[in-house]
């Protein structure tokens, strides 16, 4: 039974914590495979040339995954049109889609590419009609109303193997969210766990974790409580790691190497 408070088994040397291996196109993730190498494009995803051969520029510099912003419908359907063009360039490298606010991309990118990040705000109920409390009535309610919205994503997920990240963004809590834990690290690791259990109870294991915040020490803190729940709740998913919005420059690079 792992130690209620532990987050490493090694604090003052480095060692990896054993996770579960997810397949990621031909590029597995976690387990004994090496620490990957993800960036993501910067292009309009609409236009496909651009992208393409901003991927290739990412791809010859190391790159191993290459993530690729699908803000909305259009931009998820032009996603297979950038697998092909990169495959007849030579390229097989698992792409990776970015998802913003429209669940509907999800399901759409997930037919098409190795990989889907969503954030668990992508899901919440927006319209909360100046609800700042929510009972445990009303948090259940709203419980099964994200679940009736996303399992359509992981079942699509299980169908094509794709692999799922569940991004929890700092920035973008929900309000049911906060008014139960806060803006905390520990409501991000909890809205994280809620998606976690519903792929579980989807039988769906292919996930990769993150916790994103531009300030690194809410960030570091995040990560070691979500590594703590997992180890006292059996769960072994590995993890991404990556700074939101940290800037350009020293800024950008020290926020990065923290």
């Known amino acids: 039974m792992a130690d209620k ?3 490493c088994f090694k604090h003052l040397s480095y060692a990896r914590w054993p996770t579960r291996v997810v397949k990621i196109g031909d590029l597995p993730l976690g387990g004994d495979y090496p620490i ?5 494009t910067t292009t309009n995803t609409l236009d496909v040339a651009g992208t393409v051969e901003q991927s290739l520029r990412m791809i010859e ?6 993530r690729i912003t699908a803000p909305g419908i259009k931009e998820a359907e032009k996603l297979g ?4 063009a990169l495959k007849a360039r030579g390229y097989v490298v698992p792409l990776i889609a970015d998802i913003h606010y429209t669940p509907k991309a999800a399901e759409i990118a997930a037919r098409i590419v190795e990989k ?3 954030n668990p705000g992508n899901y919440y ?4 009609n100046g609800l700042f409390e929510y009972t445990d009535a009303q948090n259940a309610a709203e419980f099964e109303n994200i679940y009736r919205k996303f399992s359509p994503l992981v079942k699509i997920c299980k169908e094509y193997g794709t692999a799922l990240r569940i991004g929890t963004n700092h920035g973008s809590l929900s309000q049911r969210i906060m008014s139960r834990f806060g803006d905390t690290p520990l409501g991000m ?3 994280a766990l809620e998606y976690i259990r519903i792929c579980e109870d989807l039988k769906f294991y292919d996930i990769v974790l ?5 300030n690194p020490l809410i960030m570091v803190q995040a990560y070691r409580l979500l590594v703590q729940r997992m180890m006292a709740e059996q769960m072994n998913y590995p993890l991404h790691l990556g700074v939101t919005e940290a800037g350009e420059g020293i800024e950008g690079r020290i926020k990065s190497a923290v």
């Open 61 to 66: 510099a190391g790159c191993e995954y290459v």
């Open 189 to 191: 690791v909890e809205s």
């Open 81 to 84: 049109e950038i697998k092909k």
């Open 5 to 7: 408070n532990k987050y």
């Open 36 to 40: 990957r190498i993800q960036s993501m």
């Open 116 to 118: 889907v990040r969503i």
């Open 125 to 128: 109920n927006r319209k909360q």
């Open 210 to 214: 993150s916790m994103k915040s531009s």
